[in-house]
Structure formats: C-alpha cells, structure tokens
C-alpha cells in the first residue's frame, strides 16, 4: 500500500510539474521534493534542478539534496554551479558523499585548472577509495588513475609544439539552440547533419508523451558561408516517429547504413541500424539489419564502414552496449559479404579501443585506415575526447587524444573529415549557449581545418639499365633513367610501438610526375615500401619529426627504391675459407665503391656477400656474411657513416648460373661466378 502511494504522489507530481507554472514559494517542502524526483523519474534535469534549488534555499543544511542538486548540475554541463555544492558535501563528510571530492577535481578540470584538480584526484585515490567496498574499489581505480593521466597529458600538450588547426562554430542556420550532430560530408558544398530544429530544451509532456526527434538535414556551403536547414537528399530519409543518428556509406558508393530510434519518457533509449541500397539509378527503402545485430534489448548505433584484407567485405562498426564489452557503449563490428550478400555475427573492436567507460560515434578514413571515435574511458581534458587510432578488425595501435584544439574540457563527441583530410567537422559542446538555461546542455557543429599540415613527398627514380651504376650516380652525365611507372606501389606503414609490427595504412601508385603524397602525423614511426614487378622491393624506415621541415612546411624525403640488378663488385677476392680482405681489394675499394659513396653523400647500399654450393649451406651463410663485414668494417673506418652500409650474407641461396653443366658435371666457372661481393642501391639517408 505504501509504494503504491509513493507512485500516485510521483505522477500526480509529474503531471503537475510539467503542465503547469506553479508559483515555488507557494509550495510546501514536501511539494518541492516530489516534484523534483517526478521530473528525475522523467529524465527532465531541468525541472527537476528548478525545484530542488527552492528546497535548497530554505533547507541549507539538508547536504543529501546538496549533493543530488550538485549531480543535477554536473549532468547538465553547469559546473559552475556544482561546484560549490561538491566542497560543501565533502568538507561536511567525505564518507558519507565519497564522490564529492572526486567531482569537485572534475568540475575544476573543466576550468583548465589541472594542477588543482589533479591534487582532489589524488586525495580521492590516497584518502577514500579504500574506504568503498571491495566490488567498487577497482572501477573506482581506474577512474581516478584515468583522472591524473588526463591532468598529466593536458598540462604537457599545453605546453608542446602542435599543429595549428583552427575550430569556428557554425551560424545559427545550423546550429539551433539544441542539439546538432552526426555531420557527414555529402560533398564539397553539402553537409548532412541531424537536428531536432528547435530553440530551446524540450519539455515532456507527460499527457501526449510525445518526444521531439532528430531528423536529417543538410546545409549549403555558398562563398565560404553555410547555410543548414534545407531537406536532406536520398538516401538520408527520416524514419516517421525516429530520431536519426550518423550515416556512412560502403567504399563503392552502393550502401549506406544509418541508425534510427527512439528515447522514451523515463530516458531509455533504443536503437537499430538499416541499410539502404543503391540499384537501378535508385536508392532503396531502409532495411534494418538482423536480430543478431539489432537486439531488442541493447543499442545498436552510429555505424562507421571501413574496409580490411578481403575486398569483398564491408566491415561495418557501430556502438553497442551488448554484454561482453569492456564498459558501458563499446565499438563493435560487423562484416557483410558482398558474395553471398550476408552479415556476420558482430565483435567487439578490443580492449585497444574500449575501456570501462563509453566509447561512441566511429568514423572511418579508408584511406589511412584510422578510426577516429570518442570516449570518456580514456585519458583526456574532460568529459569525452576523440581519439584515432590506426589498423582494422581487433588490430589497433593504442589510441590517440587529438589534442587541442579539437578536444576541449567539456564534450567533444563527433569527428569527421573531407577528403584532403585536413579540414572537416566536430561536434562539442564547449561554447557557452545563450538561449538555454545552461551553458553547455547542447551539441553544436563546429568547423576546423589543419594549418601547414606535415606531408611526405616522394620523387623516385628506378634504374633501368645493366650498365655499372658508378657512371650513373658519380659523373654530371645524362642519366640513363625514367621514373616509375604506373604499376609501381608505394606503402606508408606507421608502428604499433607496442609490438613493434607496421600496420599499411596506405598504397598509391605514381602520377604522371613520378610523385606520391601520403599524409603524416608528428612524432610517429613509418616505413616506405617500394614495390614493381621483376625489380627487389625496398623500404626505408623513418621518423616524421627527422624528415627535413622546408619554408613551405613540407616534409620531404626522396629515395632511390628500386634497382633491377645488383652491381658486382669483381675484384674483391678472398682467401679459401677466409673473410679478411687482400690489400688488391681494399685498392679497388678506394677506387671504386669509396669514391661513390663520397661522392653521393646521401646513398644507402646493401654490401651482399655470396658463395658457391660446395660445402655445409649454414657454414656458407655465416662465411658470406662475415665477408659482407669485412666490406662494410673497412668503408667505416675511411669515414663513411655505418647508417649508410647494411651487410647482408646469403651463402649459396643466390647463385647467378647453376654449378652443374647439362651433363651432371661439376662447373668450376660457373662455381667462380657465383662466389661474389654485391651492393646496390637501397634509399638515401634523411639530412638531419
């Protein structure tokens, strides 16, 4: 009987609460406080702050409604408000209300104020996580740990050298007083986006329970100036009754997948992903995916496509807060064969990626195969940050924080970018928001765009004759080359410093000019691989802050990848079963091989050593590369830099013509050939 009571008072308060204005002195404390929960019941902050702040005002020693009114305010992004009210409940009793001071650090981190901030997380860690149960104990660890690193990396960034990249809100075209978001590049001059188009939070209305929607817009780009609330085209139809969220089209151009669901009046969301498909000149209606994919019970949304090994597949990532993650909303995958035209089982993205917290809205750059997404799991300035990260499926690099400006201390929640990659669209809500009745309650789009952005640039030649090569790269000659062609491949790899393994982010193949582009971020391991039929393939490992910064702040590099054959060096004799080498040797060193690599002080060569196939073939691999030693020992002691020689021994692997005559018969010539020291041409050295 009396819980029944208990909810005819919440409703009967709800109704009140949300269909009329009723004057707060004239209502009594108890009015106050059932008013306040109908509207929590209902997700409504708003209201509900409006009523706990009059009983607050007349109860002030009433610290459970302190602390619950100071969590109304965290919520809506009012820290200013909530941050008062934490001290109060944790200089009262810090046991009591054990997160207060934990939340006071974060409402002071929301300032910039780190230093302090990290000091309150500290003394959360140090004073009364111990006190908590043992079951909260470890989430609680990590949070705070997550906490000081964030402080850490804020105050260090704040302090570092970083791209300048420029962050401008749109007008009010786009941007309404509520919330915009899931912005997504239709073309040079149309921008898609969601938006509930109205100005101002949105009341529950407890009669009808009808809740406004997200719908598909899009906005024009007319002299540097867009222009949003026009009608979105196909395929970005809006669901009756649905709110849309995010949208990304597979790599040919012939799906496009999106999310759609609904919230209801207690705050519970749902959602599920569609596809509409392109045929016949016609986009079709949205179908929504499996039930393996859609539960009934868990969210499926945001889907970002991305593609991996096997060309035939479409791997499409979505947020879902399905068990077996690693959190509350992780990133999933599924993978849809476009053979047999069916969806895979999804899979959790991997510990790399999700953590305890939330992660949400993926986005995909097939070109690089970064993943940009956000999180409030990893450590950051505040609230959610975006972060990328490189590789596909369940193999990632350890995530990124983009850094400032395009993270802030409030949330930052959606990243997406133009097809030259240095410009695109976030969606925070940093800004303070004059036409509601808190500063940072709604999502807005804003527009960056990278200043001087880093690029490797490669101008290759191949050798293409027999001829010996001295004459090619020591003399002013006309040199006997062409640049690549067109079926050659250039890689840009970047490291996973955690296994030490190079992800491909990139291939390209040459333009008319011989020239490949890739674009690259600071401070970061890549390797170049060059690649072309009938020619040894090469790489070059390097480091994007040694490559040489000209006035244009480019990073150039230029190599030499590629060489059809090795070049004998034959007057390099040695002694049976020995690697030292003979005084005639050393001469036609100084002579020949010295001279180039002085005379082209950029140069990396490859000394390989070879033997015939008499004898033990393990034996033959360590002599031949004993002998590559001695080549390469005696051309660093005249001065020339080690960084420049690789020794190589391949024993008998590599033999030039067969020892054995067509008669079965032992061939000394041939054996003579085959035992010989080799360099060639592997990539010029980076002037640091």
């Given at each position: 009987?009396?819980?029944?009571?208990?909810?005819?008072?919440?409703?009967?308060?709800?109704?009140?609460?949300?269909?009329?204005?009723?004057?707060?002195?004239?209502?009594?404390?108890?009015?106050?406080?059932?008013?306040?929960?109908?509207?929590?019941?209902?997700?409504?902050?708003?209201?509900?702050?409006?009523?706990?702040?009059?009983?607050?005002?007349?109860?002030?020693?009433?610290?459970?409604?302190?602390?619950?009114?100071?969590?109304?305010?965290?919520?809506?992004?009012?820290?200013?408000?909530?941050?008062?009210?934490?001290?109060?409940?944790?200089?009262?009793?810090?046991?009591?209300?054990?997160?207060?001071?934990?939340?006071?650090?974060?409402?002071?981190?929301?300032?910039?104020?780190?230093?302090?901030?990290?000091?309150?997380?500290?003394?959360?860690?140090?004073?009364?996580?111990?006190?908590?149960?043992?079951?909260?104990?470890?989430?609680?660890?990590?949070?705070?740990?997550?906490?000081?690193?964030?402080?850490?990396?804020?105050?260090?960034?704040?302090?570092?050298?970083?791209?300048?990249?420029?962050?401008?809100?749109?007008?009010?075209?786009?941007?309404?007083?509520?919330?915009?978001?899931?912005?997504?590049?239709?073309?040079?001059?149309?921008?898609?986006?969601?938006?509930?188009?109205?100005?101002?939070?949105?009341?529950?209305?407890?009669?009808?329970?009808?809740?406004?929607?997200?719908?598909?817009?899009?906005?024009?780009?007319?002299?540097?100036?867009?222009q949003g609330g026009f009608s979105a085209p196909k395929p970005f139809v809006n669901l009756k009754n649905l709110s849309m969220s995010g949208g990304s089209?597979?790599?040919?151009?012939?799906?496009?997948?999106?999310?759609?669901?609904?919230?209801?009046?207690?705050?519970?969301?749902?959602?599920?992903?569609?596809?509409?498909?392109?045929?016949?000149?016609?986009?079709?209606?949205?179908?929504?995916?499996?039930?393996?994919?859609?539960?009934?019970?868990?969210?499926?949304?945001?889907?970002?496509?991305?593609?991996?090994?096997?060309?035939?597949?479409?791997?499409?990532?979505?947020?879902?807060?399905?068990?077996?993650?690693?959190?509350?909303?992780?990133?999933?995958?599924?993978?849809?064969?476009?053979?047999?035209?069916?969806?895979?089982?999804?899979?959790?993205?991997?510990?790399?990626?999700?953590?305890?917290?939330?992660?949400?809205?993926?986005?995909?750059?097939?070109?690089?195969?970064?993943?940009?997404?956000?999180?409030?799991?990893?450590?950051?300035?505040?609230?959610?940050?975006?972060?990328?990260?490189?590789?596909?499926?369940?193999?990632?690099?350890?995530?990124?924080?983009?850094?400032?400006?395009?993270?802030?201390?409030?949330?930052?929640?959606?990243?997406?970018?133009?097809?030259?990659?240095?410009?695109?669209?976030?969606?925070?809500?940093?800004?303070?928001?004059?036409?509601?009745?808190?500063?940072?309650?709604?999502?807005?789009?804003?527009?960056?765009?990278?200043?001087?952005?880093?690029?490797?640039?490669?101008?290759?030649?191949?050798?293409?004759?027999?001829?010996?090569?001295?004459?090619?790269?020591?003399?002013?000659?006309?040199k006997k080359t062409k640049q690549i062609s067109a079926n050659t491949i250039v890689k840009l790899h970047i490291k996973n410093n955690d296994n030490g393994?190079?992800?491909?982010?990139?291939?390209?193949?040459?333009?008319?000019?011989?020239?490949?582009?890739?674009?690259?971020?600071?401070?970061?391991?890549?390797?170049?691989?060059?690649?072309?039929?009938?020619?040894?393939?090469?790489?070059?490992?390097?480091?994007?802050?040694?490559?040489?910064?000209?006035?244009?702040?480019?990073?150039?590099?230029?190599?030499?990848?590629?060489?059809?054959?090795?070049?004998?060096?034959?007057?390099?004799?040695?002694?049976?079963?020995?690697?030292?080498?003979?005084?005639?040797?050393?001469?036609?060193?100084?002579?020949?091989?010295?001279?180039?690599?002085?005379?082209?002080?950029?140069?990396?060569?490859?000394?390989?050593?070879?033997?015939?196939?008499?004898?033990?073939?393990?034996?033959?691999?360590?002599?031949?590369?004993?002998?590559?030693?001695?080549?390469?020992?005696?051309?660093?002691?005249?001065?020339?830099?080690?960084?420049?020689?690789?020794?190589?021994?391949?024993?008998?692997?590599?033999?030039?013509?067969?020892?054995?005559?067509?008669?079965?018969?032992?061939?000394?010539?041939?054996?003579?050939?085959?035992?010989?020291?080799?360099?060639?041409?592997?990539?010029?050295?980076?002037?640091?």
């Open positions: 009987m009396k819980k029944l009571i208990i909810l005819t008072v919440i409703f009967l308060s709800a109704e009140i609460c949300f269909s009329q204005g009723d004057s707060l002195n004239e209502l009594k404390d108890w009015q106050l406080k059932g008013y306040a929960q109908s509207a929590e019941l209902y997700s409504d902050q708003i209201t509900a702050i409006k009523y706990y702040s009059e009983y607050y005002k007349r109860n002030k020693n009433d610290y459970d409604i302190a602390y619950k009114l100071a969590d109304l305010y965290f919520k809506i992004k009012d820290y200013q408000k909530a941050k008062p009210l934490y001290y109060i409940t944790y200089k009262k009793n810090k046991y009591k209300y054990p997160k207060s001071i934990f939340k006071y650090g974060q409402t002071l981190k929301a300032e910039e104020n780190f230093d302090s901030a990290a000091v309150c997380f500290q003394i959360y860690r140090d004073e009364i996580i111990y006190k908590l149960k043992k079951t909260e104990q470890n989430k609680e660890l990590f949070l705070v740990e997550k906490e000081l690193k964030g402080c850490e990396n804020a105050v260090f960034s704040s302090k570092s050298d970083t791209e300048k990249i420029t962050v401008k809100k749109l007008n009010q075209s786009v941007n309404t007083s509520y919330k915009e978001s899931s912005p997504i590049i239709w073309n040079d001059t149309t921008l898609i986006y969601t938006s509930y188009m109205i100005d101002s939070v949105p009341v529950i209305n407890i009669n009808t329970r009808n809740l406004p929607n997200e719908k598909y817009y899009s906005a024009k780009l007319t002299e540097n100036y867009w089209f597979s790599d040919d151009r012939k799906r496009f997948y999106f999310a759609a669901g609904s919230k209801d009046i207690y705050g519970r969301v749902y959602s599920s992903l569609y596809v509409s498909t392109f045929k016949n000149g016609k986009w079709s209606k949205p179908k929504k995916l499996n039930g393996k994919i859609n539960s009934k019970k868990y969210i499926s949304t945001q889907p970002a496509v991305g593609k991996c090994y096997n060309p035939d597949f479409d791997v499409i990532y979505f947020v879902s807060d399905r068990p077996g993650g690693y959190g509350g909303t992780d990133i999933w995958y599924t993978v849809y064969d476009k053979i047999t035209k069916k969806y895979k089982d999804p899979v959790n993205a991997g510990s790399y990626i999700n953590t305890p917290g939330n992660e949400i809205t993926p986005n995909v750059n097939n070109e690089t195969k970064t993943l940009y997404f956000s999180s409030d799991g990893h450590s950051g300035y505040g609230g959610y940050d975006i972060y990328k990260t490189f590789g596909e499926l369940v193999n990632w690099i350890p995530p990124q924080n983009m850094g400032k400006p395009v993270n802030s201390s409030f949330d930052d929640i959606w990243f997406t970018q133009s097809k030259n990659n240095d410009a695109g669209f976030i969606v925070s809500n940093r800004y303070r928001n004059t036409n509601t009745q808190t500063e940072h309650c709604c999502y807005d789009i804003f527009k960056y765009g990278v200043v001087n952005k880093k690029i490797i640039e490669i101008s290759d030649t191949v050798f293409e004759t027999d001829e010996q090569i001295y004459h090619e790269l020591s003399e002013n000659k006309k393994e190079y992800i491909c982010l990139a291939a390209d193949t040459t333009d008319n000019n011989g020239r490949f582009h890739f674009k690259i971020d600071k401070n970061q391991d890549y390797k170049l691989t060059i690649e072309k039929e009938n020619f040894t393939p090469t790489s070059l490992i390097l480091n994007s802050d040694n490559l040489i910064h000209n006035k244009s702040d480019f990073k150039s590099l230029t190599i030499i990848p590629l060489q059809k054959k090795p070049v004998t060096l034959n007057n390099i004799y040695f002694e049976f079963n020995k690697w030292d080498l003979s005084e005639s040797s050393k001469l036609y060193l100084d002579t020949f091989l010295y001279k180039i690599m002085t005379e082209n002080k950029d140069i990396v060569i490859e000394i390989s050593a070879h033997t015939d196939g008499i004898g033990d073939s393990v034996y033959n691999l360590v002599l031949s590369k004993k002998r590559a030693e001695s080549v390469v020992k005696y051309l660093t002691q005249k001065g020339i830099s080690k960084n420049r020689l690789i020794a190589k021994g391949y024993g008998e692997e590599k033999p030039l013509v067969s020892e054995i005559t067509e008669n079965g018969e032992d061939n000394p010539e041939a054996r003579a050939k085959n035992r010989r020291i080799e360099f060639r041409v592997v990539g010029l050295v980076i002037n640091r």
